[in-house]
């Protein structure tokens, strides 16, 4: 069975960081495309951020750029997704996602496997 774990989310002042944390198990986790979503009430989920970890291939969405950061841990099946100069636009659920293809981040409809999402939420 597929299961994602996101952690890391909390609330935190315009200008700070958080670290989210996505463990992952159920699936051959070198052979997939990993990454974030987010979510806020009334819109559609939006891809943030993947990583393939067969070539190393890294999208950030372009309200992203500069200011987060993904990364792998293969060895203990973990995902990170360092946010840095956090904004109150940032505030929403963030979902950890896993699919075959870093193509399906162009649409959440795509995405084979979901995990539970975590609360950002930035103050101004």
């Known amino acids: 069975e597929v299961q994602l774990q996101a952690f890391g989310g909390g609330l935190v002042q315009a200008g700070g960081s958080l670290r989210l944390s996505c463990a992952a198990s159920?699936?051959?986790?070198?052979?997939?495309?990993i990454g974030w979503f987010r979510q806020v009430p009334g819109k559609e989920r939006e891809g943030v951020s993947y990583i393939t970890n067969t070539d190393g291939r890294i999208f950030y969405a372009r309200s992203v750029k500069g200011r987060f950061t993904i990364s792998s841990d293969n060895a203990k099946n973990t995902l990170y997704l360092q946010m840095n100069n956090l904004q109150p636009e940032d505030t929403a659920v963030y979902y950890c996602?896993?699919?075959?293809?870093?193509?399906?981040?162009?649409?959440?409809?795509?995405?084979?496997?979901w995990g539970q999402g975590t609360l950002v939420t930035v103050s101004s």
């Open positions: 996602a896993a699919d075959r293809s870093g193509s399906s981040w162009a649409n959440a409809n795509w995405i084979a496997h």
């Open positions: 159920g699936f051959a986790f070198d052979d997939y495309a």
